[in-house]
Structures are given as structure tokens and as C-alpha cells.
């Protein structure tokens, strides 16, 4: 344990690897240290915004959704209420459409018959008239007869 | 082997001597003379150390600690330039872990308004002090066995006989540092309190200015005895640290001769192990005290009382 030179000699050498440090080493890790903790802090607190940003948007795209699914059941309903109007509607057209048919068939069918009834008539009647001018034998005078011919028509 | 004791003596001795150059009465400088022959082969001592007085350096001390010093900025010098804040390789990693230790000690500890030279100064010594106390792991004959062109240390065929590897073991090396944190003491104190205030600081405290000689009593011893200590605790624990594997190497001395011999340099290893186990913990503490203390004394020159 002697005190020497070498007290000074450690003692330069130690003053200039402070000084190295500090001008050369120091700055430059703290620089980049620093850097990245910037980096690092600012990159969570995007992050943390995303995430709130997102939490966000899942909100409202389940309010939109919800929305959505009641418009949509609002729609069905109408649909089906006014599906089921128009096939009420549709079966009370169809209805009165038949009705109508239906009538004009019965007085076609008994224009019809009134027809051949008036075509039998005169037709039994032109028969009547042969089958008695070939009983009588003789020509009956049309016109005279006429009357009784229109009257025996006219009792078929 | 008749006279083991004085082996003993002599390699202990052998250990705890420097390699020395310096200047004799005779105004010749040379390397040291210890037991009649030169510490370096082929050279002419014409004193011994004592006798050299205090224009002597340790050579082996000022080697260590300026290549380990060395290789820490050119380390710290190539993370730094090479730094990016993206993507840190894993050496910048270490490196960052590192300084955010000091940075953190630094706030911790220095409160104070910030000084430029906090950070470097913490770092250098923590990292240089933990370089040098790491020196203490090395096996104690081997820097040494090296140094003599890979002969016993002591043999005479040798090139340099003693070689500490070991510099916190030398006081000059923790009191050189030391010392420049008293400079730095003094100098921030100065700055910080004007040189008025400063010694206003160590007479009128802590009994008032009527007391001022009291004061001075209590005041000085400990201003000073706490910057000295800062530099002892550092050579103490170290040099015990290597004297305690100095005398676990005795164990070792006869594993050839007996079976004693044999059984003792067993204990020798395990007793080593442990001692280096335990000085793991001892040489990152001390480095890690010197800072931090060195932190706190000059955050007490920038504080006002």
C-alpha cells in the first residue's frame, strides 16, 4: 500500500474516459433509448385509441345492426299484411267475377231455351199443319187457318 | 520444501507486489529490484521500491485498468454509433440495459438540476470499476504465469516476474478515481454554493457561527473521510477479496507431493469456488456503491442547505 504517481496516472486515465463517454458513447444510447420510448408510448396510446375506436364502431354496428332487424321485421310484417289484402282482394274479385258469370250463363242459357222453345213451336206447329193436310187430305187454306194454327202454336 | 513457511511468505509476498517503474535516488529510472534481482528480465534495477518513493508507476495497475478502460469505450463507442432506436441488436440491448440502470440511479439519486455529467460519469465508473473488480475472477497465477512467457512466476528464465492483474487491489488505482470525485466535490460545490457558501457550509454547521470552531472539528473529518472512503472501500474489499484467494492458492501447493496434498487441493477447489461465487456478488455491489455514492456526494455539492 503505496501511494505513488500511479495515483495520477489512474486519475488522467480515468478524467479521459469520462470525457470519451460523455462526448462519444452517452448522448447516443440515450438518444436512441429515448427514441424508442417515444415510439414505444406513442405506439401504445395509438393502440389504446384503436382499440377504443374500435370498441366504437362494434357499438354502433350493433345499434345499425339492431336497427336493421327491426326495419327489416317492419318490412316483412307490411308485406305479409299486404300479401294477405291482396289475396282478399283478389278472392272477392274472383268472386264477383264468377257471380257475374255465373248470371250471364243462367240468361244466355235461358235466351237459349226460350229460342228453341219458339223454333219447336213453330216447328210442331209447321208438323201439325203437314200431319192434318195429309189426315184431311186436302190442302188447308193457310190463311184461313191461320188462326187455329197460330192457336194450337200457341198451346204447345 | 525445507522451508515451506517461507514459501508461503514468499509467494503471498509475490502476489501483493506491483510491477514498478520508477525513478531511484540515483536519478535513474528502472524497474523495481525486489530480492536482489530486477522485476523484469534483462533490465537493471538499481533500487527497490520503497526507495523509489513517489515518482513511481504501477505498471501493471495503469496497464489493466487503461486496457480494460480501452475496451470498454471502444465497446460502448461501437453500440453507440451503431445505436438505432428500431431495431437494437443484442449487444446494444445489453448496453441499453445498462445505461437505463445508471440513468435511473442517476435520476434516483440526482435530483439536482440536471448535469450533462452525471450519466457519462456514473457509467464510466460503474462499468469501469466492474471491469476491473472482474479481474479479481481470473485466476490468481494465470496473468501472472502468463506475463513470465508461461513459467512460474517467479522463475528466473521469465520475462516479467511480478504482474498484478488485479487493479482495485493497488490503492492508487480506487484513490486516483477517488480522487477525481473530490475534485469534482469541490469544484460543483464552489460552483453551486460560491466558495463563501461552501465553506460557510463546514463552519457554521451544524451549532451555528458562534460555535464555528466546533463546527470545523465535526465538519472537515467527515467532508473528507467520506470521499476518502469512498476510494478505500473499494481497495479493502477488493485486496481482501484477492487475499483470501491468495491463501485458498496455498491449498494447491502440494497436490503433486502427497495425498494430504491431493485432499487439501480438493478443499482448495471447492473453498475457491465458493469464494468466487460469493465475489461475484462483491465485485458488481462495489461497483455499483462507487457510483452511486459518487452520485449522492455530488448531488449534496449541488444541494443548498
Not at chain 2, 109 to 126: E, S, V, W
Not at chain 2, 146 to 163: E, K, L, S, V
Not at chain 2, 188 to 193: D, F, M, V
Request: with cysteine; glycine share 6%.
Amino acid at each position: 500500500m503505496n501511494f505513488n504517481a500511479t495515483l495520477f496516472g489512474q486519475l488522467l486515465a480515468f478524467v479521459f474516459f469520462v470525457w470519451f463517454t460523455m462526448q462519444y458513447v452517452w448522448p447516443y444510447i440515450l438518444e436512441a433509448l429515448e427514441e424508442r420510448e417515444k415510439e414505444i408510448s406513442d405506439g401504445l396510446e395509438a393502440a389504446s385509441r384503436g382499440k377504443r375506436e374500435l370498441d366504437e364502431a362494434n357499438q354502433r354496428k350493433a345499434e345499425i345492426l339492431e336497427e336493421a332487424k327491426k326495419e327489416a321485421a317492419d318490412l316483412v310484417n307490411q308485406a305479409n299484411a299486404r300479401a294477405s289484402q291482396l289475396v282478399e282482394d283478389a278472392k272477392a274479385t274472383a268472386h264477383e267475377e264468377a257471380e257475374r258469370i255465373k248470371v250471364s250463363a243462367q240468361s244466355d242459357l235461358e235466351q237459349a231455351a226460350k229460342r228453341t222453345k219458339e223454333e219447336l213451336r213453330s216447328e210442331v206447329a209447321a208438323l201439325a199443319v203437314a200431319g192434318a193436310e195429309k189426315i184431311l187430305g186436302s190442302e188447308i187454306d193457310k190463311d184461313r187457318n191461320a188462326q187455329i194454327i197460330d192457336q194450337i202454336a200457341e198451346e204447345l | 520444501m525445507a522451508s515451506k513457511e517461507l514459501n508461503s511468505t514468499d509467494y503471498i509476498e509475490h502476489h501483493l507486489t506491483n510491477l514498478t517503474y520508477g525513478k531511484c535516488p540515483d536519478g535513474t529510472w528502472s524497474f523495481a529490484e525486489v530480492h536482489g534481482k530486477s522485476q523484469v528480465a534483462g533490465t537493471e534495477a538499481s533500487c527497490n521500491i520503497s526507495e523509489m518513493g513517489f515518482w513511481a508507476f504501477q505498471v501493471d495497475t495503469l496497464f489493466m485498468s487503461v486496457l480494460l478502460g480501452m475496451g470498454m469505450i471502444f465497446f460502448m463507442r461501437r453500440v453507440a454509433k451503431n445505436a438505432s432506436s428500431s431495431k437494437p441488436g443484442r449487444i446494444q440491448n445489453a448496453v441499453e440495459y445498462l445505461v437505463t440502470l445508471v440513468r435511473d440511479q442517476v435520476q434516483d439519486n440526482f435530483t439536482a438540476d440536471k448535469n450533462p455529467l452525471m450519466g457519462p460519469l456514473a457509467l464510466t465508473i460503474f462499468v469501469w470499476v466492474f471491469l476491473m473488480n472482474l479481474m479479481d475472477l481470473i485466476p490468481i497465477d494465470l496473468v501472472p504465469w502468463i506475463a513470465n512467457g508461461f513459467t512460474a512466476p517467479n522463475a528466473d528464465g521469465g520475462a516479467i516476474h511480478y504482474f498484478k492483474v488485479l487493479p482495485v487491489a493497488d490503492i492508487n488505482a480506487p484513490m486516483g478515481m477517488a480522487l477525481g470525485v473530490l475534485i469534482l466535490i469541490h469544484y460543483y460545490s464552489i460552483k453551486n454554493k460560491g466558495l463563501g457558501g461552501f465553506l460557510a457550509e463546514l463552519t457554521f454547521q451544524p451549532y451555528g457561527k458562534w460555535m464555528a470552531p466546533i463546527n470545523v472539528i465535526f465538519e472537515i473529518p467527515g467532508f473528507y473521510a467520506k470521499q476518502l472512503a469512498l476510494g478505500l472501500r473499494l481497495y479493502g474489499n477488493l485486496f481482501a477479496g484477492e487475499m483470501i484467494f491468495i491463501l485458498i492458492a496455498l491449498f494447491f501447493g502440494g497436490f503433486f507431493s502427497s495425498i494430504t496434498g491431493v485432499l487439501a487441493g480438493v478443499a482448495g477447489l471447492a473453498l475457491n469456488f465458493i469464494w468466487a461465487v460469493f465475489h461475484i456478488l462483491v465485485v458488481i455491489l462495489q461497483a455499483f456503491l462507487f457510483m452511486v455514492l459518487t452520485l449522492v456526494y455530488l448531488q449534496q455539492a449541488h444541494e443548498h442547505h
